[in-house]
């Protein structure tokens, strides 16, 4: 079974960075494209970011305006996002998915992770 665990979540300052890290465990990682998502409090899961199986193509919302940018390392069967520039609107609860292109679309999506925790105070 595809297992897809996430880190590097926590609590930063306004305009402060994080990496987030997605290990995949299961199957081989260049399989499938993979995605970034994050779910606001009160508010529904919005797509943030998403990568090829190759990593040749990527897809940021707009909300992103350059500040975030998703990677992959095959080898290590897992995926990043460095978040930049934070905003305390970028607050959430950020997951890591997997599945087909476009993964933006959910129903492309074939696994999910439990989510890590972001928050940015003003």
């Known amino acids: 079974q595809v297992q897809l665990v996430e880190s590097g979540g926590g609590l930063v300052q306004a305009g402060g960075s994080l990496r987030l890290s997605c290990a995949l465990s299961?199957?081989?990682?260049?399989?499938?494209?993979m995605g970034w998502f994050r779910q606001p409090p009160g508010k529904e899961r919005e797509f943030v970011a998403g990568?090829?199986?190759?990593?040749?193509?990527?897809d940021y919302a707009d909300f992103v305006k350059g500040r975030f940018t998703i990677s992959r390392d095959n080898a290590k069967n897992t995926a990043y996002l460095q978040v930049n520039s934070l905003k305390p609107e970028d607050t959430a609860v950020y997951y890591c998915?997997?599945?087909?292109?476009?993964?933006?679309?959910?129903?492309?999506?074939?696994?999910w992770g439990q989510g890590t925790q972001v928050t940015v105070s003003s």
């Open positions: 299961g199957r081989a990682f260049s399989s499938y494209a």
């Open positions: 998915a997997a599945g087909l292109w476009p993964i933006a679309r959910t129903a492309m999506i074939q696994y």
């Open positions: 990568i090829t199986w190759s990593g040749g193509g990527t």
